[in-house]
């Protein structure tokens, strides 16, 4: 079993780029450098095709301009790819780097020097600019930093978006819908004393959840409304259960939780699975799209209402494939 890293120094011009391997099996851990290897000053994750997989950088130029490359490593070497140059850039001139599985794309925020904030959507094979668009709504977006590398492990985003986070009062949390070329609050008012500090946030777009953390030991699940658990009462809670197993809400008894108006406004258990969707929703698996049959280990449990778990089943459950779930 081999894990290959790549890494680079972060400061100055450096004429190759460093990448150290390191080998489980034979415990030994080595260094060398990529020839003709860019001087990174930000980066971010990039394919996995069945060829190689990748790290996507950009380098930085007090010139205003960056070089935009492709480190690949396809097994046994890494090649350094350059894909295009963005002149005319403020420093730091890449404030968003991202590849997003739907569309194919690298989703590059550019920083001009007048101003001009520009979303650039590269098809990575060639270097060339399939689409861009302005933004002009005063935000700095960023899920980049030169002394943060560590943002794209902790900011999840589904196919086809882009997590961000830019400061204003407070951070906000923000989600660009590659597709539709638009930007929609994800949370805000989150505090940090500056941007660095704000890198300890972890951000799950698929559980609409989102983690704070004051120091190293406080950690806070924040939630979006309806994603929380909570949201609803004890009773409310208990009769979905009961629900699941095929036990209507009507046959239950409930003493000490209060009248009917307590347990949720009367919403039928079964409408709210339902609202779930997960029976009729659309998978990903290894970026095709599949039903929820394709995903569970057992579809033939797969009901109008939910997943039945039979008495005689003595595991008690159903599991999931790994999937990204885009109902």
Request: negative net charge; contains cysteine; charged residues 20%.
């Amino acid at each position: 079993m081999e894990e290959r890293l790549s890494g680079t120094s972060r400061y100055g011009k450096r004429p190759e780029q460093n990448q150290a391997c390191a080998d489980l099996t034979a415990r030994t851990f080595d260094v060398s450098s990529i020839a003709d290897g860019p001087a990174i000053y930000t980066l971010n994750k990039g394919r996995r095709t069945a060829g190689f997989f990748s790290f996507f950088v950009a380098t930085e130029d007090l010139s205003g301009t960056s070089e935009i490359y492709e480190l690949r490593f396809d097994g046994d070497a890494w090649t350094s790819v350059h894909l295009l140059s963005l002149t005319g850039s403020a420093v730091p001139a890449v404030d968003v780097i991202w590849f997003d599985p739907l569309t194919g794309y690298l989703v590059l925020l550019h920083h001009l020097s007048a101003g001009t904030k520009r979303f650039k959507y590269i098809n990575p094979d060639t270097g060339d600019v399939a689409d861009s668009f302005d933004v002009a709504d005063g935000l700095a977006y960023f899920n980049v930093a030169a002394l943060i590398p560590i943002f794209y492990d902790r900011l999840i985003s589904q196919p086809g978006y882009v997590l961000m986070l830019a400061p204003g009062d407070d951070f906000g949390i923000y989600l660009l819908d590659v597709v539709a070329k638009s930007i929609s609050t994800f949370a805000t008012d989150l505090s940090a004393p500056d941007g660095t500090r704000i890198a300890e946030i972890i951000v799950d777009q698929y559980k609409t959840r989102y983690i704070s953390a004051t120091g190293a030991h406080v950690w806070i699940v924040h939630g979006q409304p309806n994603s929380v658990p909570g949201t609803i009462t004890l009773r409310r809670a208990i009769e979905m259960l009961m629900f699941l197993a095929g036990i209507p809400a009507e046959k239950l008894r409930f003493e000490g939780f209060g009248d009917d108006s307590s347990s949720g406004g009367g919403i039928d258990p079964a409408d709210i699975l339902d609202d779930l969707g997960f029976i009729a929703g659309t998978y990903m698996v290894h970026g095709a799209a599949a039903a929820a049959a394709d995903v569970v280990d057992k579809p033939a449990r797969i009901g109008a209402s939910g997943l039945q778990i039979l008495d005689n089943d003595s595991m008690r459950k159903v599991s999931g494939y790994a999937c990204d779930w885009t109902a």
